[in-house]
């Protein structure tokens, strides 16, 4: 069955680093966009990132223009985040996700497998 792991959360400070990734398994996902996506306690789930299935396209929510990257391997089933200049506003857990097709969506419904996310906690 396919199965998605996130790593990399942690405890930092604003404008520090961090690197999320996401373990696929299950099936190969090479056709899939995939994306990640946060939610803070009393939000709604929104989405942060996406990626093509081979992964020449990419999407970021305005919030992350230009601090974050998101990127894949498909040869290693794993997708990544890497998380710059972060704020007290990008505390969240994020989870990965993999779409319904091979293009990449904004909305949850559109996304059919879930990891169990990761908690990012940004201090000032």
């Known amino acids: 069955q396919v199965q998605l792991i996130e790593s990399g959360g942690g405890l930092v400070q604003a404008g520090d680093s961090l690197r999320l990734s996401c373990a696929a398994s299950?099936?190969?996902?090479?056709?899939?966009?995939m994306g990640w996506f946060r939610q803070a306690p009393g939000r709604e789930r929104d989405f942060v990132a996406g990626i093509s299935g081979n992964g020449d396209r990419t999407q970021y929510a305005d919030s992350v223009k230009g601090r974050f990257t998101i990127s894949r391997d498909n040869a290693k089933n794993m997708m990544y985040l890497e998380m710059n200049s972060l704020r007290v506003e990008d505390t969240a857990v994020y989870y990965c996700?993999?779409?319904?097709?091979?293009?990449?969506?904004?909305?949850?419904?559109?996304?059919?497998?879930w990891g169990q996310g990761t908690q990012v906690t940004v201090s000032s």
């Open positions: 299950g099936r190969p996902f090479i056709r899939d966009a």
């Open positions: 996700a993999v779409a319904k097709g091979g293009v990449i969506m904004l909305r949850t419904t559109s996304y059919n497998f």
